[in-house]
């Protein structure tokens, strides 16, 4: 099963057609939160938004994301250990403010649990690369490590920090 994100403050009808056209196609079930998107889906269960708990608890339930480039659905992808699909919101088509999000997929797209695509015809090589069994990497700490937890408090405080080594 599929969690289909966009994130809460843009629409983005973009992803929620290709993904829902996709899962059609496919037979694949999935929910989808849509935020202000004005594509309703057909073949995914949908809700516009959705609680911080509903949000980790889908996560948790799923097989696979697919989501926009949005970091707090990133991090929580690592956390919990599930491949993510993650389409970029692209500046050129109005779907964002920048373009910060093909620079994060830029960054993280050596990540072994990670397909960034561009285009709706990427999303069903990109979902069978992610679920065809490969051990995908480690889940990351939801816990800060405490080295960062000092220095950030050191910043905060005006104390002298530790350097990283």
Known sequence: MIFLTTGTQLPFDRLVRTADEWAL?????????????????????????????????????????????????????????????????????????????????RKLADRPFLRFIQEADELDAAYRDLTSGVNLGERISPYADERLIRNLRGLIFGQTTEHAT
């Open 25 to 105: 196609e496919r037979g694949i079930e999935g929910f989808a939160q849509i935020g202000n998107s004005s594509h309703v889906p057909t073949a995914l269960t949908y809700e516009r938004f959705i609680t911080q708990h509903e949000f980790e608890e889908r996560i948790k339930m799923c097989t696979c994301i697919v989501s926009h480039a949005g970091m707090g659905t990133i991090i929580l992808a690592l956390t919990y250990g599930k491949p993510a699909i993650l389409m970029p919101r692209r500046f050129s088509l109005g779907e964002h403010r920048n373009d910060h999000q093909l620079a994060t997929a």
